[in-house]
């Protein structure tokens, strides 16, 4: 085990971070650091041999910060440095009544520093540059996450609904107002009987040619808006979806434009005739958010208020679309609103960074028990179980913030037209569904990690961990719940593998089944197991270096995928002329396995592009530690699934071993540059606001040690007094 010892951290200790992280803070927060220079592409990402077991050299912290933070790193860290200012800051002990308030009244700031209009289009007032926008939008949970959810209703939600599902006099006509606050509104999708499944939602909007409206209905008490942000107090006006009904016939869900609320001579806001609502009260987190419930009695809505980019209806009651099949139709309006998952899973990525570097530092600095020195305790990060605990954690949070960067780099591509097309659609839609739960499900067992790592202080609510736990738990849920979406993912690589089978002729398939039972012979038989048994009887530190090369690792995780999903397209084949109903009880048996198959992706996904992250750092230092991070992260996932390497025969049980041992290694290694692999992710001190990581721990820790020196100075009996 590395031992290291450090002096007390101190002020000037986080300006030395954010200095590496090239984000000076000034008095007014609006200065923003300056814009990387480019560092050379050097060649590939190899794991180094590492000859020596540590990298003595410092890690160059900002260097990886620019990396981290990526092309968007200038309104990440103005957004990340507003949590500096007390305005935007969460009070503790507020009402939730107060809480709300404060919000609702930090959001209004946020208009007044032009802070949220980046993501709109030019020709309404906004920015034009949507990449930017939600690269911002993912760091304010920082200041406080109901702040970021309920811009997110206000600006990512109801005016993404309004910008994407309307059409350019629709955007005059109503976005001025929602992007100056001025029509706080709310996005009512989901209802009591229907949350993942909106193609099933109750409410109705039925045409009335004879007076040009719509009759939108709650018919039953199941098909209430419910969790509605903005639909207890400030909302008053809705994207409303609804099945459209017109000439007797359902066209699917639309949306429609609805005012809901007005406000009267006395200042107060009230239903509009027909509407009802009620507040869903205190939650379990983000109680700065007014959600509640909404519902409306044959409530009529001018033919005009139908967001017509994808469905309109004429005065006659005619409707027409530029996409003809229902189905895709459907699917279209929906992808237009991916940005909602993109968005939560960069905020998840970001608490991510908070926690571990808040863990890490009161790691570095808590001491328990004595070890080889009696009179010196143990640092926390020190002991191999608390490595384990938190390291792991770091890796997987660099793989998911280097596979945000390119997430948001598809999106930023498709919503600002560069490169917009069905198939790039389709993609982005994937790429969001697949990492939203990875990084959502990450965070949360992050923030626990920590917060045990952290003991009796880490409950404490000042140090925040406990609190962003519980705003950030229902992130698992909307926008889609996590399953719902795998699944969603695990669907598309079915797709995709039928569609590679179907493109082969028939020489090319006598290829694959030879292949394919060639992949039984060696991984199901004792013949592949004699041989790497042979293998793994010679020397450890070959098995290690096989482990440490990029290719070895991209294949284990490679294989895994490639495999559960073409052993469930083999038995899904055997039922695809069976009656539905036996075909979906084979499905039902093999969902957890589908949805299995696209977590495996997702992680896929994340360890490439933590690889091809590395190609942009020199040679040196910096490489070393951060391949060492990656190798981390490859291998921890590896070993968190040994079952299913063993039961199908990639990896022995001796290889097996190899993989804890060498996973053991790198956390040694590492060890050193844990503080410096969280400074890199840019969070300060003044950031955090978490006392136990602010330095004053080490700083009792050196006042405790010094008063035990000068008692073992004195005379035995004067000690004992």
Known sequence: ??????????????????????????????????????????TSAVSPDAAAEDATDVVDTRAVGDLLDGRWREQRRASRDLALHPDFQRLPDQTVAEHRERVLWQ??????????????????????????????????????????IKGGVQWGLFGSAVQHLGVPEQHATWLPGIMSLEVPGCFAMTEVGHGSDVSSIATTA????????FVLHTPFPAARKEYIGNAALHGTAAVVFAQLVTEGRNQGVHALYVPIRQRGEDGELTFLPGVGGRDDGPKGGLNGVDNGQL?????????????????????DGTYSSPITSKGRRFFTMLGTLVQGRVSLGGAAVGVSKAALAIAVRYGDERRQFTGADEHREVTLLDYQRHQRRLLPLVARTYAAAFAQQGLLERFHEVFSGEHDDDESRQDLETLAAALKPTTTWLAMETLQESREACGGAGFMAENRLVTWRQDFDIYTTFEGDNNVLL???????????????????????????????????????????????????????????????????????????ETM???????????????????????????????????AHAELLQWEAFTAALDAVPEGATRQVLT?????????????????????????AQRGRVVTGYINRLLARLRPHAVELVDAFGYTHEHLRAPIASGAERERQEEAAAQLRRRRALPERVAAT
Do not use: C
Not at 4 to 30: F, K, L, N
Not at 206 to 213: A, N, Q
Not at 297 to 304: K, M
Not at 631 to 641: A, K, T
């Open 206 to 213: 039925t045409y009335d040619p004879t007076t040009e409206e």
């Open 107 to 148: 959001l209004r700031e946020l208009v007044s520093r032009s802070e949220v209009l980046r993501g709109f289009p030019r020709e309404v007032g906004g920015g034009g540059d949507p990449g930017g926008n939600l690269a911002g939008f993912e760091e304010l949970f920082l200041s406080d996450p109901s702040l970021q």
């Open 565 to 599: 999903v073409a052993g469930i397209a083999s038995v899904l084949r055997d039922v695809k002329d069976a009656p539905a109903e036996q075909a979906a009880a084979v499905f039902n048996e093999h969902q957890d396995e589908l949805i299995g198959a696209a977590r």
């Open 628 to 652: 060492w991070l990656r190798d981390l992260y490859g291998l921890e996932r590896i070993e968190r699934n040994l079952a299913w390497y063993l039961v199908n025969g990639r990896l022995t």
């Open 487 to 561: 699944q969603l993912v695990g669907k598309r690589l079915l797709t995709d593998y039928g569609k590679a089978m179907a493109k082969i002729d028939i020489a090319g398939a006598a290829r694959f089944v030879a292949a394919r039972a060639g992949d039984m012979a060696l991984h199901r038989t004792p013949l592949r197991r004699a041989a790497q048994s042979v293998l793994d009887s010679g020397s450890k530190a070959r098995s290690a270096g096989h482990l440490r090369d990029p290719e070895v690792q991209r294949e284990l995780l490679e294989d895994r995928v």
């Open 1 to 42: 085990m590395t031992t290291t010892t450090s002096s007390p951290r101190t002020p000037e200790d986080d300006a030395v971070v954010r200095e590496r992280s090239g984000r000076p803070i000034s008095p007014d927060i609006a200065a923003v650091g300056p814009a990387a220079v480019p560092v050379t592409v050097p």
């Open 295 to 315: 519902w409306f009695d044959h409530v009529r809505v001018p033919r005009e208020n139908l967001l017509r980019r994808y469905g309109e209806v004429a005065p």
